[in-house]
């Protein structure tokens, strides 16, 4: 069963230090998210995009944040300047064809912790 | 603005008994909702999805109701098993593919043989 991956499984970083995390969607899918969890709390959106635009974005993806799908098959989410606050567990998501389906799928998350 | 959480924030069942997680929401306009499982160190696992135009949807051993009246989801779970053991999310969103899904704050289900 295809699935979405996620790259590294755990990321540690300095305080100011810049990060992409990266993802491969399920191979047939338009659009792609990302998600956050701080720990023991509930997931957040971060982020949509399709068609190489950002089509929705959240409060918390301010301009230290990017996306971008730099080919084919992955995606990625760039942290320019990382905060304590920006330790989180990172899950890519993809949806398949357009218009009626919301369901998403998950990939296994990046922890990244910033110190 | 939009909400989506649980009832309990955990609940404990015995194997073979059957579960039922609670959620409510608050935005009428929701028209998609899903419930997640995610086991501890992993991402959300789709379980079952329904839609606003309906009020029942089944799938393996695991049932979906929707009272669009007064907002409310929940998950019923036949004969709980120990592989049940996760958090639950209700997750919900306008039905469009791209836009973002809100979720509610999960319950921990623990399941003892």
């Known amino acids: 069963e295809p699935e979405v991956t996620q790259t590294p499984s755990h990321q540690v970083t300095q305080m100011g230090q810049e990060v992409i995390l990266r993802c491969v969607p399920i191979?047939?899918?338009?659009?792609f998210y990302w998600y956050r969890q701080i720990l023991g709390q509930k997931v957040e959106f971060l982020v949509s995009f399709y068609n190489n635009e950002i089509s929705e974005k959240s409060e918390i993806f301010d301009d230290q944040f990017s996306v971008e799908r730099p080919d084919g098959s992955n995606f990625t989410l760039k942290i320019r300047s990382t905060k304590l606050e920006d330790s989180a567990m990172y899950f890519c998501?993809?949806?398949?064809?357009?218009?009626?389906?919301?369901?998403?799928?998950f990939g296994p998350g990046t922890r990244l912790t910033v110190t | 603005g939009e909400s989506v959480g649980l009832h309990l924030p955990t609940l404990s069942v015995q194997e073979g008994d059957n579960s039922i997680i609670n959620c409510a929401y608050s935005?009428?306009?929701?028209?998609?909702f899903i419930w997640y499982k995610q086991e501890s160190g992993k991402g959300p696992q789709f379980i079952i999805d329904?839609?606003?135009?309906?009020d029942k949807r089944q799938g393996q051993r695991v049932t979906v109701l929707l009272n669009k009246t007064v907002k409310h989801l929940s998950l019923q779970i036949a004969a709980t098993q120990p592989g049940d053991s996760a958090v639950y999310f209700c997750a919900e969103n306008a039905g469009q593919a791209g836009t973002a899904l809100i979720f509610g704050k999960g319950t921990t289900l623990s399941v003892s043989s």
């Open positions: 191979s047939n899918h338009l659009y």
């Open positions: 329904i839609r606003s135009n309906m």
């Open positions: 935005n009428s306009a929701s028209d998609y």
């Open positions: 998501a993809s949806s398949g064809l357009g218009g009626a389906t919301g369901e998403q799928y």
